[in-house]
Nanobody, 125 residues
Framework: EVQLQASGGGLVQAGGSLRLSCAASGFSFDDYAVGWFRQAPGKEREGVSCIITDGSTYYADSVKGRFTISSDNAKNTVYLQMNSLKSEDTAVYYC???????????????????WGQGTLVTVSS
């Protein structure tokens, strides 16, 4: 059974950093892509970043240069390092996984079948 558990959210001042973790079980990163999505109050879900099976990484334009996605196969965990946080980064962050993800679909949440619970990130200005 594929399971994902996101953690690491919290309250941080603008300009600060947080690292989110997505603990995975039931699949291998060799077979499944893992993506991070976020949803702010009153806004649609947004694809933030993704790491696919060949190790390629993708980022939304809004986070490029500030966020870094990585995976630790030994710990079955995907991380999202978030630096230079802005108030507009405030949202509930979710990790998701699927084996069908390719470069053209990394930011399409409908392509992911497996989702973890969200973790709230609040950036105060």
């Amino acid at each position: 059974e594929v399971q994902l558990q996101a953690s690491g959210g919290g309250l941080v001042q603008a300009g600060g950093s947080l690292r989110l973790s997505c603990a995975a079980s039931g699949f291998s990163f060799d077979d499944y892509a893992v993506g991070w999505f976020r949803q702010a109050p009153g806004k649609e879900r947004e694809g933030v970043s993704c790491i696919i099976t060949d190790g390629s990484t993708y980022y939304a334009d809004s986070v490029k240069g500030r966020f870094t996605i990585s995976s630790d196969n030994a710990k079955n965990t995907v991380y999202l390092q978030m630096n230079s946080l802005k108030s507009e980064d405030t949202a509930v962050y979710y990790c998701a996984a699927d084996y069908r993800i390719i470069a053209s679909s990394v930011q399409d949440g409908s392509q992911y079948d497996y989702w973890g619970q969200g973790t709230l990130v609040t950036v105060s200005s």
